[in-house]
């Protein structure tokens, strides 16, 4: 991650892919989300979905998975250069969360999320606000999910 | 689940309430969130949470779990009864989710969804869109998430 300084509208981060398979898919239903179409593969064919698909939330989860990685390994990378890594969060919501396409067993999905807004903080002097729109796009380049979200971002320098 | 005609605006749902176990809260922060505060009590107390708490979307699967269990026994029950149980779904999104405070191991959170409003759907006559609030509340009074999501129910009669 940069100082807040440093990011501009429009930088576009690739947050990592992951492909889907039946077994995970499963485990996380059954846990959170057990519908039928789900957790079973032959209820799934009966559905308006036609096939066994992954939960709204288990796609989301996996790009907040692969977006904490993606951050370590930079924070790690920086770290090992000599330089400051900025303090990021705490996230507070986010908006808009689209499941715009079902995530079928074997579909992969490459995140990435883009900075859309940036702005300064009243109430934190010493942190921005950076907006961004993530997204998630399978290998038939559909859009599966998107949201925006708001997080503080260090600022090299306070004024 | 009534079907659309029986739904009231105010309408408020008891999805059912859940006590965060620390083992619970790292399993799937290992898996989906694997921040400090999230995964090591240790590393937690230093955070600017003060002590291990839940991943923001193991706060928002539960309520998940939750529901669909509830909705499965309302089903059950409704079939029992030999009435006719409306299709639900799909859910599009949600919008303006808000991790409000952190969710600490041991807190108990009531979840529930209030109707905040109702439409016809244009593309879909058979069905109605209900958009709902819904929260959950620790065992202390405060609201620790909220979000608002739109999903289509069915109609008992169509016009």
């Known amino acids: 991650m940069k100082f807040f300084e440093d990011i501009k509208l429009g930088d576009?981060?690739?947050?990592?892919?992951?492909?889907?398979?039946?077994?995970?898919?499963?485990?996380?239903?059954?846990?959170?989300?057990?519908?039928?179409?789900?957790?079973?593969?032959?209820?799934?064919?009966?559905?308006?979905?036609?096939?066994l698909c992954a939960s709204g939330w288990h796609t989301a989860a996996v790009w907040m998975r692969l977006m904490v990685d993606q951050r370590r390994d930079e924070a790690e990378a920086a770290l090992a250069r000599g330089e400051k890594v900025?303090?990021?969060?705490?996230?507070?919501?986010?908006?808009?969360?689209?499941?715009l396409k079902p995530v079928y067993v074997g579909d992969t999905i490459d995140y990435k999320s883009e900075v859309i807004e940036l702005r300064t903080s009243g109430s934190r002097p010493n942190r921005g606000l950076m907006t961004?729109?993530?997204?998630?796009?399978?290998?038939?380049?559909?859009?599966?999910?998107?949201?925006?979200?708001?997080?503080?971002?260090?600022?090299?320098?306070t004024s």
Chains 1, 2 share one sequence.
């Open 86 to 99: 900025p303090a990021l969060g705490p996230a507070l919501g986010l908006r808009d969360l689209k499941w």
């Open 132 to 157: 961004i729109l993530s997204s998630g796009v399978n290998q038939k380049g559909e859009t599966v999910i998107s949201f925006i979200s708001t997080t503080f971002v260090e600022r090299r320098e």
């Open 12 to 51: 576009v981060v690739t947050n990592g892919r992951h492909t889907f398979a039946a077994d995970e898919i499963k485990a996380f239903a059954h846990r959170f989300d057990p519908q039928r179409f789900h957790v079973d593969e032959a209820e799934a064919e009966k559905s308006h979905f036609g096939a």
